[in-house]
């Protein structure tokens, strides 16, 4: 079976000649090359690793084509990669359909351990709200990254929304069974969504607000997204730098005594954890005057300290009716804790943070 996958539309730029020939190379840029050739199917070489050929209806300029499968096997994942790809470079747009209507998230993004996952799940737990953990439901900026295989390779511990399935195993199955690949990064997203909307409780409760959480992906690239989703809306979460340190720090040091391997994220030095915090706080700044869409800056330690009172300020944002079950939500979630932990964990912190970092402290309003 061979599911919906691209519904697109040959742009007319500079790096496209006339489609109409046959037999010579659209695109190439040394990374990935799209040939026409004379059978007029559609040759594939995404990272020079192989090629992979799917048949076209037409491959006039503007005109919609269809992508499946050839007679000769495909690796479905370099097809949905390449692709991706040249939607990013502009010679590809999918064209929306009346399925394709998922086009005004609500991303939340800002550093990692900032309080993006809280927030995310505490949101999501509305029955208006739908944001997945994680899913990259809007980098198809990344070329490394599909949907579809990123949701097949995710691991247990990184659950869909309640409202969509009850765990990482049974979503897996579902996407299997009912969205074959090849499937678009775009098709992908449609059905998670709808996969929300079939199950919601009760039923006449509307799916109304609806995305993904990032740390720094969705804030690193904001004003491109902005510009691909005209009506997005931003979550931004700020924390105090040096938390987001003493957090790293503190994970470090527990996987080393647990006998686990730390991962990515977590650090063993002051200077070496600066990097994660500060990159985010680099990038918000450069928008935080002017930012290029809606966004709402959700300060982590406004929300341990006022809960019902940040949840109601985010509810007004995002339009969600049923403001005083979030706050009860956000209330019961967000419970008092020490944001001011790490100046007895680590006493001598402050002195061996950077200028630059100190500085970016106080424009963020931590003195």
């Excluded at 009760?202 to 990032?214: Q, R, S």
């Excluded at 804030?219 to 987001?244: C, H, S, W």
């Excluded at 990515?264 to 002017?290: D, K, T």
Aim: proline share 6%.
């Amino acid at each position: 079976m061979i599911s919906p996958l691209y519904n697109t539309a040959l742009q007319q730029t500079s790096m496209c000649p006339d489609p109409a020939k046959k037999g010579h190379t659209l695109y190439d840029d040394g990374e990935l090359r799209l040939e026409l050739d004379p059978l007029e199917t559609v040759l594939i070489n995404a990272c020079q690793k192989s090629d992979e050929r799917c048949t076209a209806h037409s491959l006039l300029s503007l005109v919609h084509c269809h992508y499946v499968s050839h007679n000769t096997p495909i690796r479905d994942s370099e097809v949905v990669v390449a692709f991706q790809s040249l939607v990013y470079r502009g010679l590809v747009n999918e064209i929306v359909t009346p399925r394709n209507t998922w086009d005004s998230p609500v991303l939340i993004t800002g550093s990692a351990r900032s309080g993006t996952s809280v927030l995310t799940r505490t949101l999501s737990m509305s029955e208006e709200v739908c944001i997945f953990n994680e899913y990259s439901l809007y980098t198809n900026y990344e070329r490394s990254l599909d949907i579809w295989n990123r949701i097949n390779s995710m691991r247990q511990d990184n659950p869909p929304p309640l409202k969509v399935c009850a765990d990482v195993a049974t979503l897996k199955s579902a996407l299997l069974r009912e969205l074959p690949l090849p499937a678009s990064n775009t098709a992908t997203r449609d059905w998670l969504f709808e996969q929300a909307g079939r199950r919601r409780k009760p039923e006449n409760a509307e799916i109304c607000v609806y995305g993904d959480k990032m740390p720094f992906a969705y804030l690193g690239n904001m004003r491109k997204l902005a510009e691909q989703y005209p009506r997005i809306k931003f979550l931004l979460t700020l924390r105090d730098g040096r938390a987001v340190i003493a957090s790293q720090l503190n994970h470090y040091q527990h996987a080393i005594a647990s006998g686990k391997q730390p991962e990515h994220w977590m650090n063993q030095s002051i200077q070496s954890a600066e990097y994660l915090w500060l990159r985010s706080a680099r990038a918000w700044l450069q928008h935080r005057n002017s930012p290029p869409a809606s966004c709402l800056e959700v300060r982590f330690e406004d929300v341990v300290a006022e809960p019902r009172r940040s949840a109601q300020r985010i509810c007004e944002f995002l339009g969600i009716g049923n403001a005083e079950a979030v706050a009860q939500t956000f209330e019961q979630e967000y419970r008092p804790i020490d944001t001011q932990a790490w100046r007895q964990q680590y006493p001598d912190m402050e002195s061996q943070l950077s200028g630059e970092f100190k500085l970016a402290l106080r424009e963020l309003g931590y003195d």
